[in-house]
């Protein structure tokens, strides 16, 4: 029995990685659902507002910008040191195989589930029936130009653009730059590259790795602070974006017109959060899909806020990881991608908003065969587009022109649905969000084994 002293003591084997469950159940408690509620309740206070005292409501906007701004603050630097921080995470760089090709492989088949969903219900529903999208062209043509500017109208990009487009997305030649634009693919794939070369230098990079990591640390702890002036900030900006459209006018009478296409978006959104994405969650990882909804409820209620999957991707993050317990390692993988290319309730809403300018042209001479061919071209395009598509604002309705455009629709018709888009942009992004967290737990299944530690111990026991 003397194998004992030729060892250093026990803590010469501490874990690598800082991922006790002690640091996660505290959040559990009160403070942070008190946090989801207060949100929760900005959010009908400020509706109730918008609805009672419009003109007030409206001069809240500026309270929701600050916010709005903050998280856009953090979004840059918390992206890059995200992302080095998830390859690290993975130890030899040749392990990302397996958990990238089940990120990809998640993200194009949600997508088009949702893309199928918004045909198969615009197909049901008729929306555009009783529409005269003829009569409608040059008013919407002025709105569209208003909104989108008038070279958008004049020429559409061909669905060869988004090839294109999607190529060089991923690349940059000032990195600065797209960080001043909060352009985060070609920061994402610096990231990737720039970690992978870190996993092949060892020690020698020990103290840039030490940094990268203590820097995530920091900005995920700058997270916790800032979402604390969430229910204020939220309530800002709900307040300010429908007291605005209430004081402009016949929000009503315009939302009357149309109804069924807002219905048709609204119940295929709801098909998708509350049937699809939690069937593959469950079948995929055996979690409760909607105690994982209810734990992800603050990043859905600030992407309603703010309308941006880019700028909820701070909270959406911490809360994977606090609330949701998915491990670090996946969320800083997965999430920072899926802000960027995983736009599930954008491809659904392009989809249908195709369709529904078609119906809305049947028997005029404008009309074109929606058959089932033009119908895949537009699933296809569909699906394509969004994944091009910013996580901004609004950001829809620029790739849903060349939806449009690849099935020979009249582009400018995209002003009938300029009314309702803001609002129902809301919506989709908050299932964008959703969709990008259930990644998260589902690639989660697919990372490498955790090395073991104990393993060593053992032999000293």
Request: aromatic residues 8%.
């Amino acid at each position: 029995m003397t194998a004992a002293p030729p060892y250093p003591p026990a803590a010469a084997a501490p874990p690598a990685e800082p991922e006790p469950p002690a640091r996660v159940e505290p959040n559990e408690g009160g403070k942070e659902n008190l946090l989801t509620g207060l949100i929760f309740v900005g959010i009908v206070l400020a509706l109730a507002l918008a609805w009672a005292a419009p003109g007030v409501a409206a001069s809240f906007a500026v309270g929701g910008q600050v916010f709005l701004s903050v998280l856009k603050m953090l979004v840059v630097p918390l992206v890059v040191t995200s992302v080095v921080c998830g390859v690290l995470s993975m130890g030899d760089v040749r392990q990302l195989g397996r958990p990238g090709a089940a990120t990809l492989i998640y993200y194009f088949c949600t997508t088009a589930l949702a893309v199928v969903t918004g045909i198969v219900l615009v197909n049901l529903f008729n929306p555009g029936a009783g529409i005269d999208g003829s009569a409608a062209r040059e008013v919407a043509r002025a709105e569209v130009s208003a909104k989108l500017g008038e070279r958008a109208v004049a020429e559409p990009a061909g669905i060869g653009a988004i090839f294109e487009n999607l190529l060089t997305m991923l690349f940059t030649d000032n990195l600065f730059e797209s960080a001043a634009e909060t352009d985060l693919l070609p920061l994402i794939v610096f990231s990737l590259a720039f970690a992978a070369v870190l996993t092949t230098m060892g020690a020698a990079v020990g103290t840039v790795t030490k940094f990268v990591t203590e820097a995530n640390d920091v900005l995920m702890k700058f997270v916790l602070l800032v979402m604390w002036t969430a229910p204020v900030g939220v309530f800002c900006l709900v307040a300010g974006q429908f007291g605005e459209a209430a004081a402009d006018g016949d929000f009503a009478g315009e939302m009357a017109k149309v109804g069924w296409y807002s219905a048709t978006v609204l119940t295929g959104l709801a098909a998708h959060a509350f049937v699809t994405l939690p069937l593959i969650l469950w079948l995929l990882t055996r979690r409760n899909p909607y105690r994982f909804l209810f734990q992800m409820s603050r990043p859905l209620l600030t992407a309603f806020a703010t309308a941006s999957s880019s700028a909820t991707l701070p909270v959406t993050m911490e809360t994977a990881v606090e609330k949701a317990h998915v491990k670090r390692k996946s969320v800083d993988f997965v999430l920072p991608l899926g802000a960027t290319i995983n736009m599930d309730g954008t491809a659904l809403y392009e989809a249908v908003a195709a369709l529904f300018i078609a119906q809305t042209l049947v028997g005029s001479a404008d009309a074109i065969d929606m058959g089932l061919t033009t119908q895949i071209v537009v699933a296809a395009t569909a699906t394509l587009a969004a994944i091009g598509a910013a996580g901004i604002p609004q950001a829809g309705l620029f790739t849903l022109i060349i939806v449009l455009n690849a099935v020979g629709l009249p582009v400018e018709l995209a002003g009938l649905i300029l009314s309702v888009d803001w609002l129902l942009d809301r919506f989709r992004t908050a299932v964008n969000v959703f969709g990008d967290a259930t990644g998260a737990a589902v690639v989660e299944k697919f990372l490498p084994p955790e090395p073991a530690p104990t393993a060593a111990g053992a032999a000293i026991a």
